[in-house]
């Protein structure tokens, strides 16, 4: 007897299910495969340095678990990390004042903004 | 009611999927005598920013997926034309044993880019078959359905 299309798909995707899952899961890289995707600081922009010295330490940031936070950026100074976007703008306040310092998520990419470019229309 | 659980990370709510062909090209390609493509394992992300559920180009383009109408699409970086597809997918628990979120004939639009962070955007299409409890404190979601 010949098989469906619903039998079908559901077959393939159970067989590929199997497989993947006797492999053991990788829940996160390990420390040596942190691959980064920053691009260089805009040219004249005003956290240039500080974006440097970011994407310098942010491998380090990530090693030492990290990842996802928020880290407080000002040249001259050591990086603090904090656990809110909140918190960093905070403290960039309360240490830095209105001079420029940058508060950037510890992250190997830049991640767009809620993936708001591909929303589709609801119209 | 089944239920997936995973860890709610840093960068979201990510789910591990699997994606693959839609029923009817299955079918066409078996009919022909042609070997089905492989499932592409992919980075799923709920997004209820999404309508409709949104795949990465380079996922399509390795299932060699056809593409369906074209739709306009409003984004915040302006108007830009999407295409439509139909593919399955299996939303699968991280170990062995758990249930699976599996759907056969699924409509989706191509994201305009490959982005870093996420292959496949499950959007209110599918948010709303399903319920989603999210406990932020202890970092985790459940998906029922």
């Known amino acids: ?25 990788q ?19 005003p956290v240039a340095a500080e974006w440097e010295i970011f994407r310098q330490e942010v491998v380090r940031l990530i090693r030492e678990g990290n990842r996802g936070k928020f880290a407080l950026v000002k040249a001259g100074h050591p990086i603090t990390v904090w656990d809110s976007l909140r918190d960093a703008a905070q403290a960039a306040q309360l240490l830095y004042g209105e001079a420029p310092s940058m508060v950037q998520q510890i992250l190997p990419y830049l991640r767009p903004l809620s993936m708001e470019s591909y929303r589709p229309c609801r119209a | 009611m089944p239920r997936l659980t995973f860890p709610f990370a840093a960068d979201g709510l990510l789910v591990p999927a699997m994606v693959g062909l839609a029923t009817p090209a299955m079918q066409a390609l078996q009919a022909r005598g042609h070997p089905l493509p492989r499932l592409v394992r992919a980075k799923g992300m709920l997004d209820s920013g999404s309508t409709v559920t949104a795949v990465a180009p ?18 915040a970086s302006g108007n830009v034309v999407v295409r439509m597809y139909k593919i399955s997918f299996t939303i699968h628990p991280l170990v062995r044993g758990g249930p699976t979120l599996f759907r056969r004939d ?28 999210i406990d932020g404190p202890a970092q985790s979601f459940t998906m029922d359905f």
């Open chain 1, 27 to 45: 829940r996160t890289p390990p420390d040596d495969e942190v691959h980064l995707n920053l691009p260089p600081a805009e040219p004249g922009s």
């Open chain 2, 58 to 75: 380079w996922v399509l383009a390795q299932l060699n997926a056809s593409p369906g109408a074209t739709a306009p699409t409003q984004t």
């Open chain 1, 1 to 25: 007897m010949s098989e469906d299309g619903t039998d079908l798909v559901w077959r393939v995707h159970q067989e590929a299910l199997e497989q993947l899952l006797q492999q053991p899961i």
């Open chain 2, 106 to 133: 699924w409509s989706v639009t191509n994201l305009a880019k490959d982005p870093d962070d996420v292959d496949i955007l499950f959007g209110l299409d599918l948010l709303h078959q399903i319920v989603v409890t």
